[in-house]
T-cell receptor, first 115, second 115 residues
Framework: EAGVAQSPRYKIIEKRQSVAFWCNPI?????LYWYQQILGQGPKLLIQ????????DSQLPKDRFSAERLKGVDSTLKIQPAKLEDSAVYLC?????????????FGPGTRLTVL | AQKVTQAQTEISVVEKEDVTLDCVYE???????LFWYKQPPSGELVFLIR??????QNEISGRYSWNFQKSTSSFNFTITASQVVDSAVYFC????????????FGTGTRLKVLA
């Protein structure tokens, strides 16, 4: 069974530029998550989707970050405009249902460097 | 408030030594779940184990074992006879079934197993 796919793996941009990340979850997984992992820290949830609806986006900086999950399958996360402090690894994860109490399966992440 | 503390930032052991990774959590929920994930250098978090708050039985899986003690709010992870391939960052996480609590990760413990 294929795992969670993410692209690109690496991205370098200058501050104030825009960037988008893509995620394709494990087939059949209804719940999709985007996390931000700053170097030396644990992952921090940015947004959680159940099918194509948003369940939790309380920690998403909505002035610059946006995410969508059209058709309840793959998802994109966008940052516009990027700031230096957005440099991090962006992890996508998926799970069968519910989310909070079930194991999540993670992709390899996208490492973003903002110069 | 919910919190997960992994006080050990980095641990180095020599191959074949046993090592214990500590995890202390805080929650007001009576029902919750605890997780351990492994993040190897490739970056992809790998699910290792989930325990619910009503099951305090210790669990063993090969060289891995977990000790859950509600009295001390701890969920420690022991690797017996460590191997170089165990080198990774290990995260403890807490998930709640109520309220708006999120899936909270600790800051991780970097384990280096030296040959």
């Amino acid at each position: 069974e294929a795992g969670v796919a993410q692209s690109p793996r690496y991205k370098i941009i200058e501050k104030r530029q825009s960037v988008a990340f893509w995620c394709n979850p494990i087939s059949g997984h209804a719940t999709l998550y985007w996390y931000q992992q700053i170097l030396g820290q644990g992952p921090k949830l940015l947004i959680q989707f159940q099918n194509n609806g948003v369940v939790d986006d309380s920690q998403l900086p909505k002035d610059r970050f946006s995410a969508e999950r059209l058709k309840g399958v793959d998802s994109t996360l966008k940052i516009q405009p990027a700031k230096l402090e957005d440099s991090a690894v962006y992890l996508c994860a998926s799970s069968l249902a519910g989310g909070r109490v079930v194991p999540q399966y993670f992709g390899p992440g996208t490492r973003l460097t903002v110069l | 408030a919910q919190k997960v503390t992994q006080a050990q930032t980095e641990i180095s052991v020599v191959e074949k030594e046993d090592v214990t990774l500590d995890c202390v959590y805080e929650t007001r929920d009576t029902t919750y779940y605890l997780f351990w994930y492994k993040q190897p250098p490739s970056g992809e978090l790998v699910f290792l184990i989930r325990r619910n708050s009503f099951d305090e039985q210790n669990e063993i899986s090969g060289r891995y074992s977990w000790n859950f003690q509600k009295s001390t709010s701890s969920f420690n992870f022991t690797i017996t006879a460590s191997q170089v391939v165990d080198s990774a960052v290990y995260f403890c996480a807490l998930g709640s079934t109520s309220g708006t609590y999120k899936y909270i990760f600790g800051t991780g413990t970097r384990l280096k197993v030296l040959a």
